[in-house]
């Protein structure tokens, strides 16, 4: 039926925008005292995210930084 046809070519339509327009990149989060400090910095790979993460908490017991992966769009924040 027509609905259903218009329905699901909007849907790749969508789809198709979004693949283009977000990438998967790695937002670095870091922690002072449990406090969150900072979660700007984006990393296109899981190994450079990692790297800075893990020279981050070396500094002291109470930092605490790790990597999450998060939809981004390149053209609106800075990816590394």
Known sequence: DHYDW???HHH????WHF???VIHAFLLVVL???KTVSK???FRNINECLYFARSIA???NNITSYCVPKYVNPNKVKVY
Not at 12 to 15: G, K
């Open 12 to 15: 790749r339509l969508a789809c």
């Open 32 to 34: 002072i005292e449990g």
């Open 58 to 60: 070396k500094q002291g």
């Open 6 to 8: 218009h329905r699901w």
């Open 19 to 21: 693949a283009r327009t």
């Open 40 to 42: 700007d910095a984006y």
